[in-house]
């Protein structure tokens, strides 16, 4: 009892000091307070029970910065409480923010979380990370984080698309960086449901050093006002050193890669996504950087519609002079839907943009095994011609168990589709050309 009642005081404290430093506009309701609760349209998680519930002030206009009131709340929503963000309402952020200190915090988002468009703030202060010279607004990090709702995180990339047209991220001589929607780092037990994420200005999610994370049910999107102008670069998902991905129930309409785990990212599993205008279903790229070893191991991908594209399932790794090696292996795509895509199997192993002269001379290491392409149906864009899939490996590289079963894929070209594979050991499964007939 004595333990108890101590405890009961403390508790009592820490709500009293959380409560005398309440900022203006902000609020925090208990957990057993159920009609404020619903007057402030908070709602659980329906894994979780309720939770004390902490709402902040929204921004008055597009320039009223509420950046200092949501790392207030978020801090006082911390360790077992709920940062709501109301409906109809909309928190403007226009400072970067180190969220690297969670540990068992809910955000419902009903309402809107959207960046400033200064681009000259958000390229001299951000996060920046090496791989592919990454910057992001924010960094979400630690353990048990829930985002959930019906809101959006709007990236506000206009600005950035007008001002990055006809730039490429991978030039070497690029130094114009744009910040990622979403990241994590050093998180475990990270889950995204429900909400929009509007036009990021780069990648849409980012995931780093991260364990166990899923998104479900989430929908991703980028357009552009401006024709001569388009998102670029705006992946749905990209990882590096993540195990244990799900994206479940998920609409990605963008203008890259729909869903594209890269180096040492382990135990995928994706189900029920919808990509629409974008690059494909990726494993990759690796192999990027010099005497770096990269895995993608372990991916079940199943049940997943591609329209619209430059690609449907893909691999790739690189080539060149100065690049690494290692290996993607273990991979399922199953029941795929494609329509309209210009290359729906493809196995690149001259990623990025080498020529074929370059890529001959600098052959990729990365191996890629143990891959299989299972009832995989539609259209191909006929923009290749016959070709429906190409499967091309590196002579300096294993590709060994590769399997292509109930695959019918047609395209506008006519006559019967093309399957083209190079340097691969075995049969796969189905009848298959040299790219040099």
């Not at 820490?14 to 404020?36: R, S």
């Not at 908070?42 to 597009?62: E, M, P, Q, W």
């Not at 990209?238 to 994206?247: A, E, I, R, Y």
């Not at 997943?304 to 080539?319: D, E, I, S, Y």
Request: hydrophobic residues 35%; contains cysteine.
């Amino acid at each position: 009892m004595k333990f108890l009642a101590i405890g009961a005081l403390l508790l009592s404290t820490v709500g009293a000091l959380a409560t005398e430093h309440i900022l203006n506009g902000a609020q925090i309701i208990p957990a057993n307070d159920k009609v404020a609760l619903e007057k402030a349209g908070a709602r659980g998680n329906y894994k979780r029970h309720d939770r004390r519930t902490v709402t902040i002030r929204s921004s008055k206009s597009d320039t009223d910065d509420v950046s200092d009131d949501f790392l207030w709340g978020i801090k006082a929503a911390n360790h077992g409480g709920r940062l709501l963000l109301q409906k109809g309402k909309t928190y403007v952020i226009g400072k970067k923010l180190d969220l690297s200190f969670l540990d068992d915090i809910e955000v419902q988002l009903e309402g809107e979380v959207k960046f400033t468009d200064d681009i000259a703030y958000w390229q001299a202060n951000h996060f920046f990370y090496s791989f592919q010279k990454s910057i992001t607004f924010w960094v979400w990090g630690g353990q048990d984080i829930k985002i959930f709702g019906k809101g959006t995180l709007n990236g506000n990339g206009q600005e950035w698309y007008n001002a990055f047209a006809g730039l490429e991220i991978l030039d070497p001589d690029n130094t114009f960086y744009r910040p990622i929607l979403f990241m994590t780092d050093n998180a475990t037990r990270v889950s995204v449901e429900g909400i929009t994420q509007l036009n990021s200005p780069c990648w849409t999610n980012f995931l780093v050093r991260t364990k166990d994370i899923s998104f479900d049910d989430v929908f991703i999107n980028a357009f552009s006002t401006n024709a001569s102008a388009l998102p670029k670069n705006t992946d749905g998902f990209d990882s590096l050193n993540v195990d244990g991905l799900s994206v479940t129930n998920t609409r990605v309409d963008i203008g890259d890669d729909c869903f594209s785990p890269k180096p040492n990212t382990t135990n995928v599993f994706v189900q029920n996504l919808w990509c629409n205008n974008t690059h494909g279903v990726s494993m990759g790229s690796i192999g990027q950087y010099s005497g770096v070893e990269d895995i993608i191991e372990n991916a079940w991908i199943e049940n997943v519609t591609l329209l619209n594209g430059q690609n449907g399932v893909r691999l790739k790794a690189w080539a060149g002079p100065d690049i690494g090696f290692g290996r993607i292996n273990n991979i399922t795509y199953k029941d795929i839907q494609i329509e309209n895509t210009d290359v729906p199997i493809v196995m690149d192993q001259c990623y990025f943009d080498v020529n074929a002269t370059t890529c001959a001379r600098y052959p990729s290491p990365v191996n890629f095994t143990n891959i299989h392409f299972e009832n995989i149906q539609g259209t191909s864009s006929g923009k290749n011609g016959k070709v429906v899939g190409d499967l091309t490996c590196s002579p300096n590289a294993v590709c060994s168990g590769i399997k292509l079963s109930d695959i019918d894929i047609t395209s506008p070209a006519g006559g019967p589709p093309v399957v083209i594979c190079d340097g691969i050991d075995g049969d796969i499964g189905v009848e298959c050309q040299s790219s040099s007939i």
